[in-house]
């Protein structure tokens, strides 16, 4: 699976984005998907991640209440909806997956072995 994010850009604090990160391959309903984000001069951090199956979502609690992630197998694409954006939640922001047997989810950088290029998200104050 290789997995090619978009959907990043510049919006003043208040506003909404809809991150996507589609891949490519036919395993893509066996993974476990995240997203983290990175902003200058800090480490990568995570953000929110979903099953396999989609029975589990857990977010980081800057972001709980504000972000939404769900995925569509069907389409081979995960989203990351973010609503009432702050300047700090300025990064660049990745997706990851890790296949998975079960249904766990991962909030570890390092449990997962396919990585996005990443998508500059700008909140302006």
């Known amino acids: 699976v290789q997995l090619q994010a978009s959907g990043g850009g510049s919006v003043e604090a208040g506003g909404s984005l809809r991150l996507s990160c589609t891949a490519s391959?036919?395993?893509?309903?066996?993974?476990?998907l995240a997203w983290f984000r990175q902003a200058p001069g800090k480490d990568r951090e995570f953000v929110a991640t979903?099953?396999?199956?989609?029975?589990?979502?857990y977010y980081r609690d800057s972001v709980k209440g504000r972000f939404t992630i769900s995925r569509d197998n069907a389409k081979n694409t995960v989203y990351l909806q973010m609503n009432s954006l702050k300047p700090e939640d300025t990064a660049v922001y990745y997706c990851?997956?890790?296949?998975?047997?079960?249904?766990?989810?991962?909030?570890?950088?390092?449990?997962?072995?396919?990585w996005g290029q990443g998508t500059q998200v700008t909140v302006s104050s």
């Open positions: 391959g036919r395993t893509f309903s066996s993974y476990a």
């Open positions: 990851a997956g890790r296949s998975e047997s079960g249904d766990l989810y991962y909030i570890r950088d390092y449990d997962y072995d396919v």
């Open positions: 979903i099953t396999r199956r989609s029975s589990i979502t």
